[in-house]
């Protein structure tokens, strides 16, 4: 299969998940500024997602740049990744609809978690049907940001339960960690 194929696919299912996303804003309830207020922590939620989903478009979209063929586990690799990357507009409505309880900031945490190592398989998958000298490898080098990024969402989800606004913290410092595209990756491609 070429590279464009599954590009295409995962641009697709990512809009999707954005879309999914922003119809489940609903407007205040009042044509005040109070009831802007009032949906403060769904807005919130609401764009640290978009932030992740954003981030993963980016550093996917560079990612398929270095790939110089896809195989089946390639394949299989991106449709586990895509299958946890849906599931954010689940866990972010059900943070929001909750105003930001325990469980779900731990579940939406567990869903990062899980696609941060997602992620990681595809990398390593495509890393291992290129070779351990292709450009994606070498550009890829020690990924300091990507081995602390599970630590901290392991972390984040296990404190949700005390504090869930010390994880949400966490969850947006984790984002803005990862906010600039991946400068190794870029810099090989360009």
Partial sequence: MEKERLAAFSDGVIAIIITIMVLELKPPETADWSGMLDIVPELL?????????????????????????????????????????????????????????????????VVLLMAAIAYYILQSAIICAQGAASALAKAIGRDIKGRISPFLYASAAGS???????????????????????????????
């Fill in 45 to 109: 939620s609401y764009v640290l997602s978009f932030v992740y989903v954003a981030i993963y478009w980016n550093n996917h979209h560079h990612m398929l740049h270095m790939v110089a063929r896809v195989n089946g586990g390639i394949l299989w690799a991106n449709m586990h990744l895509l299958f946890w990357l849906s599931l954010i507009p689940f866990t972010t409505a059900w943070m929001w609809h909750h105003h930001h309880a325990a469980a779900p900031v731990a579940l939406y945490g």
């Fill in 160 to 190: 949700a339960i005390v504090s869930p606004h010390l994880a949400l913290a966490i969850y947006a410092a984790v984002a803005l960690m990862w906010l600039v595209p991946d400068r190794r990756i870029e810099k090989a491609v360009s």
